[in-house]
C-alpha cells in the first residue's frame, strides 16, 4: 500500500503540479509565486506522508489544493500585523471553493502563466529553465539533463527568473498581440523539451515518463484549442501524436529501446496517428513558408503513416530533412539525415556526412549518433567498424544509466 500511493502522488505531481500553481496565482497574485510553490511542494508531501495510513481521499487534486490554500492563508497571517486576523477570517471563507475544486476545469490559467513567464524581458535560457519548473514541477537536476546544463546554473537561472517576476510585478493575464508571436515560440519549445523528457528518458520507470508526454500534449491541446494559438500549436500537437503513438512499440520488456525498423507496427495505435493526420491538415494546407515544427510534423507523419519500413517514402523524407535543416541548422537534423540516406541506400552520402559531425554535438543523444555509426557501418559490411561503434554505443548507454 504505501508503494502503491507513492506511485499514484507522484503521476498526480506530473499531472496537476501546473493546475494547482496556475490557481493559486490566481487567487493570491504572483508576487507570492515563490510561496506558492513551497506550499504546493508542502501539500505534495503531506499526501506521501498521509495517504499510505489514511488512504487517498476522494478528490485528491481538492486535498492538495485545500492544503496548499490553508498553508497560503496561514503564512499570510503569520506575515501580515494583527488587522490580518481579519483578512483572514474572510479568506477563510473560500475554503468552500477549495473543497470543490477541479483540475480539470483549469485550462486559461495553466496558459497564462506560461505566456506571463515566457515574458520578452526575462532572459530565454531563463525562461525555459524556469517554464520546466513551473509546467512539470522538475527538480533541478531533470532540468539541468534536459537542458545539458550544471546543477548550478539552472539554480541561479530559477532565481534570477523569481526575482524577475517579484520585482517587475508581472502581470497574470495574456500579453498584448504585438508579443504573443515571440512568447508563444517559448512556450512550443518548452512543450516540446517535456515532451522529449518523456519520449527519450532513459529512466526506468517508463509509465511516469509517458505522463510527461501526456501532460506536454494536455497543454498543448488547450493551446491549439485557444484563439491564442497558431499554425505551429497544430504542427506541435501533430508531431507529439504521432510519435506517442509509436511509444509502446519502441521500448522492449526491459525498457530498451528498439529501432524503428524492428518495432512491432501493431503495437502503434491508430487514434493518435489519425489525431496527428486531424493537426497536421490544419496546419499544412496553409499558404506560405513552412516553418521547422511544420516540416518536422510532416517528417513525424510519413513514419506513422508507413505500413512497413521498406514502403517508407526515404526520398521524399531527403527532401523534407534537407529543408528542415535550411529552417533549423542544428546537428541532430544531420544526423537524422544520415539514418533517412542509410535507409535509401545511399552509403557513400551518409559515410561522407556522418564522418563530418562529432559525438561531442549530440549531447542527451549520443546514444543515438553511436547506433547511427552502427547502422553505418553495418550496412558498408564494415564488421571491425560496426563493432568498436556497437562498443561505444554500449559504454554510453551503460554510463546513462
Not at 509502446?248 to 525498457?255: A, I, N, P, Q, V
Not at 541532430?332 to 557513400?348: Q, R, T
Not at 546514444?367 to 567498424?385: A, I, M, P, R, W
Request: with cysteine.
Amino acid at each position: 500500500m504505501p508503494q502503491q500511493a507513492h506511485t499514484e502522488v507522484e503521476q498526480l505531481f506530473r499531472r496537476s503540479y501546473s493546475k494547482l500553481l496556475s490557481s493559486l496565482i490566481v487567487r493570491f497574485g504572483t508576487a507570492e509565486m515563490s510561496r506558492i510553490e513551497d506550499a504546493v511542494m508542502e501539500a505534495y508531501l503531506g499526501a506521501l506522508k498521509n495517504w499510505p495510513h489514511e488512504g487517498t481521499p476522494s478528490n485528491p487534486e481538492g486535498w492538495l489544493y485545500k492544503v496548499s490554500f490553508r498553508k497560503l492563508l496561514n503564512s499570510k497571517a503569520l506575515k501580515q500585523n494583527q488587522s490580518s486576523e481579519i483578512d483572514y477570517i474572510a479568506d477563510l471563507s473560500d475554503e468552500q471553493e477549495a473543497d470543490n475544486w477541479d483540475l480539470h476545469e483549469v485550462k486559461d490559467p495553466e496558459l497564462r502563466l506560461l505566456f506571463m513567464i515566457c515574458h520578452p524581458d526575462l532572459k530565454k535560457e531563463d525562461q525555459l529553465a524556469f517554464t520546466l519548473k513551473t509546467i512539470s514541477g522538475f527538480g533541478r537536476k531533470e532540468i539541468a539533463e534536459t537542458l545539458l546544463q550544471s546543477e548550478e546554473t539552472i539554480k541561479k537561472r530559477l532565481a534570477r527568473s523569481r526575482k524577475f517576476i517579484k520585482e517587475n510585478q508581472l502581470v497574470f493575464d495574456w500579453p498584448e498581440k504585438k508579443e504573443i508571436e515571440t512568447r508563444i515560440e517559448i512556450v512550443h519549445k518548452a512543450l516540446y523539451l517535456l515532451f522529449n523528457e518523456g519520449y527519450y528518458s532513459s529512466h526506468a520507470d517508463r509509465k511516469v515518463h509517458k505522463d510527461f508526454c501526456l501532460e506536454a500534449m494536455r497543454l498543448c491541446k488547450y493551446l491549439c484549442d485557444h484563439p491564442i494559438g497558431n499554425a505551429d500549436s497544430k504542427a506541435l500537437m501533430s508531431m507529439m501524436c504521432f510519435h506517442i503513438s509509436r511509444f509502446e512499440g519502441r521500448l522492449d520488456e526491459s525498457g530498451n529501446l528498439i529501432l524503428l525498423r524492428d518495432q512491432d507496427r501493431s503495437k502503434w495505435d491508430p487514434y493518435f496517428i489519425k489525431l496527428g493526420d486531424h493537426y497536421l491538415s490544419q496546419c499544412t494546407t496553409l499558404q506560405g513558408e513552412k516553418t521547422a515544427w511544420q516540416i518536422e510534423a510532416v517528417i513525424s507523419g510519413q513514419h506513422s503513416y508507413a505500413t512497413s519500413i521498406e514502403t517508407t517514402n526515404w526520398d521524399f523524407l531527403e527532401m523534407l530533412y534537407n529543408a528542415l535543416y535550411d529552417v533549423k541548422p542544428e546537428k541532430l537534423v544531420l544526423l537524422n539525415l544520415v539514418l533517412v540516406l542509410i535507409m535509401a541506400g545511399k552509403l557513400g552520402k551518409a559515410k561522407k556526412l556522418f564522418e563530418e559531425l562529432n559525438e561531442n554535438d549530440f549531447g542527451r543523444y549520443k546514444t543515438n549518433y553511436f547506433f547511427t555509426g552502427v547502422e553505418l557501418y553495418k550496412k558498408l559490411s564494415d564488421q571491425f567498424q560496426t563493432d568498436l561503434w556497437m562498443q561505444k554505443a554500449m559504454e554510453n548507454s551503460s554510463q546513462a544509466k
